[in-house]
């Protein structure tokens, strides 16, 4: 999976790292050259100087081809202009958006944006492994911590290899942001889409309902 992240601060690199560390392919742009030069250093990843809200930058980060662009930057105005500008002019199939003020969630909802991440209660958790053939991986909790962002590889032998997506019990609440397949490709959410070996889904969950998720989406036949 290609992502772009906009801000390369407290949010963006340890997300960015532990996106790399999945395997994904990661781009970061910052107005800093300080901050970009820092996330060359830590993570040896490709990063560069630009103004997010400029298709240009976007442009040269190889937005178009993205599968989802997260804005952490300090500034909601940025963090909201350049969703915008993924989603209208690039197409971006999945927008995340870091907002600062509680009101203007909102506004973020309003203007089409996947997923408002309040900063006030952001807190980037570690890398977390259940098992290593299956892995759990919570990037980020959200809100007031009763949410959480979840990636789960599918098991070859997975029990819910072959069945469609809306066909599968999930926990109450759960909501699919991605399916991802082997070729890091994103595919459709609809009616007719169906869990493959190896697939990857991100999905929001309660964080009392992450444990069933993960046992109902890794069970073995």
């Known amino acids: ?12 690199i340890p997300l960015a790292s532990s996106l790399i560390n ?17 996330v060359q250093r830590e993570l040896g990843m ?17 937005l178009s081809r993205a599968d989802v662009l997260i804005a952490t930057t300090n500034s909601d105005e940025v963090n909201l202009a350049t969703c915008q500008l993924a989603k209208l002019q690039f197409k971006v199939p999945r927008t995340i958006a870091v907002a ?9 909802d309003l203007a089409g944006i996947d997923l408002v991440v309040s900063a006030t209660d952001l ?13 759990l991986i919570r990037l980020m909790p ?10 789960i590889k599918i098991p070859a032998a997975g029990t819910v290899v072959g069945n469609k997506l809306t066909d599968t019990r999930l926990p109450y609440g759960t909501k699919i942001i991605l ?33 069933e998720l993960w046992e109902i989406l890794t069970e073995l036949r």
Do not use: C
């Open 46 to 62: 490709v990063a560069t100087v630009g103004d997010a809200t400029q298709p240009s930058a976007l442009k040269e980060a190889g």
């Open 142 to 151: 959200l809100a007031d911590r009763s949410v959480e962002l979840i990636a």
């Open 1 to 12: 999976m290609y992502l772009v992240i906009v801000g390369a601060g407290k949010v963006g």
């Open 22 to 38: 999945e395997g994904h392919e990661v781009y970061v742009i910052d107005h800093s050259e300080e901050a970009v030069n820092e």
């Open 179 to 211: 399916l991802i397949n082997t070729d890091g490709h994103t595919k459709s959410l609809d009616n007719d889409s169906v869990i493959e070996a190896e697939d990857e889904i991100i999905a929001l969950s309660s964080t009392n309902s992450t444990a």
């Open 123 to 135: 807190v980037l958790a570690n890398l977390t492994t259940a098992l290593p053939t299956h892995p």
């Open 100 to 108: 600062h003020t509680p009101e203007n969630a909102a506004l973020f």
